[in-house]
């Protein structure tokens, strides 16, 4: 598979969609290693899909869209795994 010279993400579709670098950096968002315990166990799923997308999904507006509302989903849910115990 073909990648970005300039920012290595998957050039996968219509290379001209490709904003370079712009679904790297929605990735960082998706990060969890420096998260409490309890917030990890929900957050880390939340990585795996976006990696998926990131991987799988042509580039283009419809992909970001998907990376933002995944990234919505992932914040309520920690917002939402705030009140369990701590493990
Ligand atoms: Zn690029």
Redesign the pocket.
């Known amino acids: 598979m073909a990648r ?1 010279a ?2 290595m ?1 998957p050039g996968i579709g219509d290379m001209a969609q ?1 904003q ?2 712009s679904n790297e950096r929605l990735m960082r968002y998706f990060e969890f290693g420096h998260l409490p315990p309890k917030l990890q166990r929900v957050s880390r799923h939340f990585y795996t899909v976006a990696d998926i997308v990131r991987n799988t999904v042509p580039d283009g507006s419809e992909k970001t869209v998907c990376l933002r509302k995944l990234l919505e989903a992932k914040d309520a849910a920690v917002r939402a795994a705030l009140d369990l115990p701590d493990v």
Do not use: K, L, V
Request: net charge negative.
């Open positions: 970005c300039q920012c993400e490709h370079c670098g």
